[in-house]
């Protein structure tokens, strides 16, 4: 059983920076694919950033086209928590947030298009969601 925590949203105006946190809860898994979505109400879930863990592949990052540039994905293993760094907010980037993953036990993504895709479609192990908004 896999359990994410999130933490971190909030209100801030235009241009500002936020950081957003996940914890992921669980044993028995070595490797992560992760990642970050959003969501404003009547539209699609958007892939935001997309990551992996381990040292495999080659393709390491996915970033939406809206946030390239602004936006960061990391991990840190010791607590196995990854954040979303997110710099220079615009109205735009309003939504609920949500943290993904996609656990293995005995083998790791190669690439964080895969883990984009398998994000997409998965059900499970999803945050509870955390809303920013930005406005002036």
């Known amino acids: 059983q896999v359990q994410l925590m999130e933490s971190g949203g909030g209100s801030v105006r235009p241009e500002s920076s936020l950081t957003l946190s996940c914890e992921v809860r669980?044993?028995?898994?070595?490797?992560?694919?992760i990642g970050w979505f959003r969501q404003v109400p009547e539209k699609e879930r958007e892939g935001v950033a997309v990551?992996?863990?381990?040292?495999?592949?080659?393709?390491?990052?996915y970033y939406g086209e809206s946030v390239k540039g602004r936006f960061v994905i990391s991990h840190e293993h010791a607590s196995n928590t990854f954040f979303l760094q997110m710099n220079s907010l615009k109205t735009e980037d309003t939504a609920m947030y949500y943290c993904?993953?996609?656990?293995?036990?005995?083998?790791?993504?190669?690439?964080?298009?895969?883990?984009?895709?398998?994000?997409?479609?998965?059900?499970?192990?999803w945050g509870q969601g955390t809303q920013v908004t930005v406005s002036s």
């Open positions: 990551t992996y863990t381990g040292d495999t592949g080659s393709e390491k990052y």
């Open positions: 993904g993953v996609i656990p293995f036990s005995d083998r790791a993504a190669r690439s964080a298009g895969y883990c984009y895709t398998r994000l997409v479609f998965s059900k499970d192990y």
């Open positions: 669980g044993e028995g898994y070595s490797n992560y694919c």
